[in-house]
């Protein structure tokens, strides 16, 4: 992939109407089941990322006959859950954790071999997480020490069980969910802390029997997927880093229209509202079986909190574009209980601590956490690590620190927001390749 720098410099204000794309995890889900389902679905609102389309890419090599009418929008002529079939070319998730995880459970059980790879970032991402309980099911997935590459065997019969994850994620739960189709019995996973459901209420939607309710899933083997069709809400993880921004700025005001507002998903709004922001949510409705709403934000002073654990889960995302709101709040915000970070596309408490040390924030790396004492921004330059997430945090903190900062290793943005910066600099950041 080629270098790509970014340049964010002080912005006078900001406003308008952004229109972020489509959720990347209900992306992913619905290119998955609606490539196993019988018939034809039609998605709407699906994510032109690199990480979903690497998900599409690896259901297309399985002979998923998917096209692309216009973009945003994919007709899967589903093959059936046993009509996948298989080949020795190996399958590339790219960046995404959520593609490989997902892919694995319904990799395994199907009847021939395959080979999940995954980017530089991708192969460090811990995998026994997901083989291990699948190996409990019956799967046999070879890993190197834990990484990818996967290579998963086929034709291994699954047999259901009941796991507790050991930490909250819903890419796990997604796994073996996804095996519990193809297994004998009953599958159930039981979470420390209730995680994003999208599995779930896809499966539903798709037809298979599934009882669900926030931190329990329990599915039985021997259904079938009915096509159907699926609107994908707008992410709220995109649109994170506009609220922070228009809570940031002064003078800012910012419309996001639409935008996908499952509770798993929405910790950030909680976060940002008890350290004094102002957003409003205004016209919510449902859409596609999701809650959707309109999100209003405007300036406001901020303020450090204390976070509640309780809300690690469903903002696990959005803590780079927290760290930034913290880093120029008034007083001293406290994160717990957030280790899971270190294992995403980067170690994000790292790379951030890193990062805003570099332009003056102050920051101190715990374990599982960070303490940052809020204040002005210097600027100077970051290293993103190749996060998507980062480079668009360090993005947003550009808009008010004193001198531009410079953002280095900024091409992985379009694994999950395609088109950020042309938006960006639409409401009125000063964005620009450097
Ligand atoms: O299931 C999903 O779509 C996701 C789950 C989360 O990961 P974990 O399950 O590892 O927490 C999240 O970080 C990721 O961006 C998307
Ligand atoms: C962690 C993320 O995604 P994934 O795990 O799918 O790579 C993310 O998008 O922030």
Avoid at 63 to 91: F, K, M, W
Avoid at 167 to 191: D, H, N, P
Avoid at 305 to 323: C, Q, T, W
Wanted: aromatic share 4%; net charge negative.
């Amino acid at each position: 992939m080629t270098r790509l720098d970014w340049l964010s410099q002080p912005a006078r204000a900001l406003h308008g109407n952004v229109r972020v794309p489509g959720d990347k995890s209900v992306s992913h889900r619905s290119m998955m089941l609606s490539a196993l389902a019988e018939g034809r679905s039609h998605i709407r609102g699906f994510l032109e990322g690199e990480d979903t389309r690497a998900t599409a890419a690896v259901l297309q090599k399985l002979g998923v006959r998917i096209e692309t009418p216009s973009e945003g929008e994919r007709i899967v002529d589903g093959v059936g859950l046993h009509g996948l079939r298989g080949t020795a070319q190996a399958l590339d998730c790219g960046n995404a954790g959520t593609g490989m995880r997902l892919l694995a459970g319904l990799l395994a059980g199907q009847a021939f071999d395959s080979t999940l790879v995954g980017d530089e970032s991708l192969s460090k991402r811990p995998m026994r997480r997901v083989t291990e309980p699948l190996a409990a099911m019956g799967a046999r997935i070879d890993t190197q020490d834990g990484l990818p590459p996967l290579r998963v065997h086929g034709g291994q019969p699954l047999k259901g069980i009941r796991y507790t994850l050991p930490v909250a994620s819903a890419q796990v739960k997604s796994a073996l969910l996804l095996a519990g189709l193809y297994a004998q019995g009953e599958t159930e996973v039981i979470e420390p802390h209730p995680t994003r459901d999208y599995t779930e209420r896809m499966l539903a939607a798709f037809g298979w029997p599934i009882e669900f309710e926030p931190g329990r899933a329990r599915l039985s083997g021997g259904h079938r997927l009915r096509a159907t069709d699926v609107e994908v809400p707008a992410d709220f993880s995109s649109a994170a880093f506009f609220l922070v921004a228009g809570s940031i700025v002064p003078g800012a005001e910012l419309r996001l229209p639409a935008v996908g507002l499952n509770p798993r998903r929405t910790g950030l709004l909680q976060a940002l509202r008890l350290m004094g922001a102002d957003i409003a949510v205004e016209n919510q409705r449902e859409s596609g079986g999701e809650p959707v709403g309109d999100l209003i934000v405007r300036h406001a002073p901020l303020h450090g909190v204390e976070l509640p654990e309780a809300l690690v889960p469903d903002m696990i995302d959005e803590f780079p574009a927290l760290f930034i709101a913290a880093a120029v709040a008034q007083g001293r915000t406290v994160v717990r209980g957030a280790a899971e970070l270190r294992v995403k596309e980067s170690d994000r408490i790292a790379t951030m601590a890193a990062g805003m040390k570099a332009i003056g924030a102050r920051i101190e790396e715990t374990p599982d956490g960070a303490i940052i004492e809020g204040g002005a921004l210097r600027g100077g330059e970051v290293d993103s690590h190749g996060d998507h997430r980062i480079a668009m945090s360090f993005a947003v903190a550009g808009l008010v620190a004193q001198e531009p900062i410079r953002i280095a290793d900024c091409a992985n943005v379009a694994t999950s927001f395609p088109g950020f910066m042309e938006l960006a600099n639409g409401c009125g950041f000063d964005l620009h390749a450097a």
